[in-house]
């Protein structure tokens, strides 16, 4: 067990909806990342946010957003979702995210069906 | 851009055999970060290193190794007497140091499979 905990585990849903997939990181973990897995473009780092502010993003569509709160929990939301949608999404945390040697630590991740 | 490339999409061995993973990378940054993750058939991923540009140094972890080789860009990863536990898909992933965060690249993944 990571530590990282991801709900919900799966989540079925239609085109066009909004999901809201949640991720709360270790305990003393400042920074939360989020990444796509889906067979088609494999792994994909999305966003990362570090105490509360955006540190980088990736391949992140605009249809998709994400915000960590005050207790380092952060959300990603998704909208007007499309087929292509679908895919596995890990959430995980590391202590600090910067230029330091950090360890990643992983969730099990949110596998997502846009039916 | 940057990119990573691991070249073998599938491998399979007899446990207790060596076995290399090899990641070819590209970046115009001379600051940046190569890693390796582990992701089991039970699907969650885990982090196995992350070593930065200025660090060439070769690390032994237990049965796992890893050869930085900047020279031709590579970051090879060794397993030693290979266990059926080793099943698994394994990234390599890069990511160019900013001043805030860094942005990942993943590798394809190559599929290890350790036969008993």
């Known amino acids: 067990d990571s530590g990282v905990t991801q709900t919900p585990k799966h989540l079925i849903t239609a085109t066009g909806q909004r999901v809201t997939l949640r991720c709360s990181p270790r305990?003393?973990?400042?920074?939360v990342y989020w990444y796509q897995q889906s067979l088609d473009q494999g792994l994909q780092f999305l966003i990362q946010?570090?105490?509360?502010?955006?540190?980088a993003k990736g391949n992140i569509l605009e249809r998709f957003s994400a915000q960590q709160f005050p207790d380092l929990h952060s959300e990603l939301n998704l909208s007007s979702l499309e087929l292509g949608d679908s895919a596995l999404y890990f959430c995980?945390?590391?202590?600090?995210?910067?230029?330091?040697?950090?360890?990643?630590?992983f969730g099990p991740g949110t596998r997502l069906t846009v039916l | 851009a940057q990119k990573v490339t691991q070249a073998q999409t599938e491998i399979s061995v007899v446990e207790k055999e060596d076995v290399t993973l090899d990641c070819v990378y590209e970046?115009?940054?001379?600051?940046?970060?190569l890693f390796w993750y582990k992701q089991p058939p039970s699907g969650e991923l885990v982090f196995l290193i992350r070593r930065n540009s200025f660090d060439e140094q070769n690390e032994i972890s237990g049965r796992y190794s890893w050869n930085f080789q900047k020279s031709t860009s590579s970051f090879n990863f060794t397993i030693t007497a290979s266990q059926v536990v080793d099943s698994a898909v394994y990234f390599c992933?890069?990511?160019?140091?900013?001043?805030?965060?860094?942005?990942?690249?993943f590798g394809p993944g190559t599929r290890l499979s350790v036969l008993p």
């Open positions: 995980a945390s590391s202590e600090r995210g910067g230029s330091s040697t950090d360890t990643q630590y």
């Open positions: 992933a890069l990511s160019e140091a900013g001043n805030y965060g860094q942005n990942f690249v």
């Open positions: 946010y570090y105490n509360g502010e955006e540190r």
């Open positions: 970046t115009r940054d001379t600051t940046y970060y």
């Open positions: 305990s003393g973990d400042l920074s």
